[in-house]
């Protein structure tokens, strides 16, 4: 007994200290992350077709939109490279991911209204987003306040500030980019203590948060994709363990939600 005893306090310790263990954001990482955005909004910008899975295989194409008319959720890893080659981020982890949905019945409207109703996302989107604001509007550019919570083993909970720009391409599409200006971990949160940690020296859960959404409207219904990127830490020694799954599971899991819950909503 004497001995589980033991094994559980030191588990009960390494669990306590982790969220506490300080990573920083250095400037070498911030420039990789930046050259690896660059690279793939390239791509965005040079691809022919609007939607992900217009540009699969013919094959491909055809069980993936089966898939989204029976109502699923179809999500894949993506990777950019430059010139072939992995862009390499030094202290850091990107992950890239990009998920769509099909909702029957609804319009591009809809989804904008649903994706631009800041004032409510905290509770629309909830857990992951614990609170939300529009802090201001110009026309359709949005600065907007998320607090997001993160629970994998460990909770994390930061505050962040965003810039999204909507863009409407046509009657039936719309697209919009959204990055975020400023992430800060929270230390106890909700409670008299609760402060944000100095931005880009705290735990390192998520530095940058970049999405990119498009709306089609076809078929009878609109598809809402969305790619996401995020930067995080890398795996610190003696933590791989508990923080692995954490940073590598999260980023696909929030995507998951998000466009589940949009599905959901515009389905109603």
Same mark, same amino acid.
């Given at each position: 007994?004497?001995? $589980?005893?033991?094994?559980?306090?030191?588990?009960?310790?390494?669990?306590?200290?982790?969220?506490?263990?300080?990573?920083?954001?250095?400037?070498?990482?911030?420039?990789?992350?930046?050259? *690896?955005?660059?690279?793939?909004?390239?791509?965005?910008?040079?691809?022919?077709?609007?939607?992900?899975?217009?540009?699969?295989?013919?094959?491909?194409?055809?069980?993936?939109?089966?898939?989204?008319?029976?109502?699923?959720?179809?999500?894949?890893?993506?990777?950019?490279?430059?010139?072939?080659?992995? +862009?390499?981020?030094?202290?850091?982890?990107?992950?890239?991911?990009?998920?769509?949905?099909?909702?029957?019945?609804?319009?591009?409207?809809?989804?904008?209204?649903?994706?631009?109703?800041?004032?409510?996302?905290?509770?629309?989107?909830?857990?992951?987003?614990?609170?939300? /604001?529009?802090?201001?509007?110009?026309?359709?550019?949005?600065?907007?306040?998320?607090?997001?919570?993160? /629970? /994998?083993?460990?909770?994390?909970?930061?505050?962040?500030?965003?810039?999204?720009?909507?863009?409407?391409?046509?009657?039936?599409?719309?697209?919009?980019?959204?990055?975020?200006?400023?992430?800060?971990?929270?230390?106890?949160?909700? $409670?008299?203590?609760?402060?944000? /940690?100095?931005?880009?020296?705290?735990?390192? *859960?998520?530095?940058?948060? *970049?999405? *990119?959404?498009?709306?089609?409207?076809?078929?009878?219904? $609109?598809?809402?994709?969305?790619?996401? +990127?995020?930067?995080?830490?890398?795996?610190?020694?003696?933590?791989?363990?508990?923080?692995?799954?954490?940073?590598?599971?999260?980023?696909?899991?929030?995507?998951?939600?998000?466009? $589940?819950?949009?599905?959901?909503?515009?389905?109603?």
């Amino acid at each position: 007994m004497r001995g $589980t005893a033991a094994v559980a306090a030191v588990i009960l310790l390494l669990v306590g200290a982790a969220p506490g263990s300080s990573a920083e954001l250095k400037p070498q990482t911030v420039t990789a992350f930046d050259r *690896y955005v660059q690279v793939t909004e390239q791509r965005m910008k040079d691809a022919p077709q609007f939607l992900w899975v217009d540009g699969l295989p013919a094959s491909q194409q055809r069980a993936v939109l089966e898939a989204l008319r029976r109502g699923e959720l179809v999500i894949d890893r993506l990777t950019t490279r430059q010139s072939g080659n992995e +862009i390499d981020i030094p202290d850091g982890m990107v992950h890239h991911w990009i998920g769509v949905v099909f909702v029957p019945g609804a319009t591009v409207d809809k989804a904008l209204s649903l994706l631009q109703d800041y004032d409510h996302h905290g509770q629309i989107y909830a857990p992951a987003v614990a609170a939300s /604001k529009l802090l201001s509007r110009d026309g359709n550019n949005f600065r907007v306040y998320l607090r997001f919570m993160m /629970k /994998k083993v460990i909770t994390v909970v930061v505050n962040s500030e965003h810039d999204a720009r909507f863009t409407r391409e046509g009657p039936n599409r719309a697209s919009s980019r959204i990055y975020s200006t400023r992430v800060a971990e929270v230390e106890a949160p909700g $409670t008299p203590q609760e402060r944000e /940690k100095p931005v880009g020296n705290d735990g390192g *859960y998520l530095w940058r948060l *970049y999405s *990119y959404w498009r709306v089609l409207e076809r078929d009878g219904g $609109t598809y809402v994709q969305c790619e996401s +990127i995020s930067l995080t830490r890398d795996i610190p020694l003696g933590f791989g363990w508990l923080v692995r799954p954490f940073v590598t599971s999260i980023p696909r899991e929030s995507l998951e939600f998000t466009l $589940t819950t949009t599905r959901n909503v515009l389905g109603k």
